[in-house]
């Protein structure tokens, strides 16, 4: 069974401009969720996906928004980038309020 | 809402000894209980978790932990420690909701 895979694996663009990034669940998890993970602060919950709507953010300016496709796959969009988004970004997937699954995660550099 | 505080940021053992990684817990309800690791560049993995049944949880790699409902603990243990072991060790809480919190995790340095 394949795993949480996200893409790209590494990112890197300059102050200002847009980053996306991709999440695809493990097959048949309807729940996904993205976290920020930057040097020194552990994993900071960013935003939660199940069936396809937004169920709950982190305190994240609304720079950061995504959205879940019909298929459970998932996008992260974080506009206007600042050197402080520099961080890698996990994905994870869960089934119901089942434990959840990560990704390998994007490491995005704003130059 | 629920909380986990992991002691100590960086923890070092020798090949061979015991491994300790201590964590204590925060919730209004019974909770769910995670370990995850980390190694370097890689994602979360899974190594075992607490759902309410037996209190001293098995996991992978030799690891396992005991939920102490009197101490709100969830310390990880594993007997003795391996150099592949060297990764960074999370805890989560959760309160049966998909609202999952992560401890500041531990550093584990193994020396040889």
């Known amino acids: 069974e394949a795993g949480v895979t996200q893409s790209p694996t590494h990112l890197i663009k300059t102050r200002g401009q847009q980053a996306t990034l991709r999440c695809s669940p493990i097959?048949?998890?309807?729940?996904v969720y993205w976290y920020q993970q930057a040097l020194g602060l552990g994993l900071q919950f960013l935003l939660w996906y199940d069936e396809g709507e937004e169920r709950n953010r982190g305190n994240f300016p609304p720079r950061f928004s995504g959205r879940q496709f019909p298929n459970y796959s998932s996008e992260l969009n974080v506009n206007a980038l600042e050197l402080e988004d520099s961080a890698l970004y996990l994905c994870?997937?869960?089934?119901?309020?089942?434990?959840?699954?990560f990704g390998p995660g994007t490491r995005l550099t704003v130059l | 809402a629920q909380s986990v505080t992991q002691l100590g940021s960086h923890v070092s053992v020798s090949e061979g000894a015991l491994v300790l990684l201590r964590c204590n817990y925060s919730?209004?309800?019974?909770?769910?209980l995670f370990w995850y690791v980390q190694y370097p560049n890689q994602g979360l993995q899974l190594l075992l978790k607490y759902t309410s049944a037996a209190t001293l949880v098995k996991g992978i790699n030799g690891f396992e932990a005991e939920f102490k409902k009197s101490e709100t603990s969830f310390h990880l243990t594993k007997p003795s420690a391996h150099m592949s072991d060297a990764a960074e060790y999370f805890c989560?809480?959760?309160?049966?909701?998909?609202?999952?919190?992560f401890g500041a995790g531990t550093r584990l340095t193994v020396k040889p």
């Open positions: 989560a809480v959760s309160e049966g909701n998909n609202d999952m919190r």
């Open positions: 097959s048949g998890h309807t729940s």
């Open positions: 994870a997937s869960s089934l119901g309020v089942s434990e959840q699954f």
């Open positions: 919730s209004s309800v019974p909770p769910y």
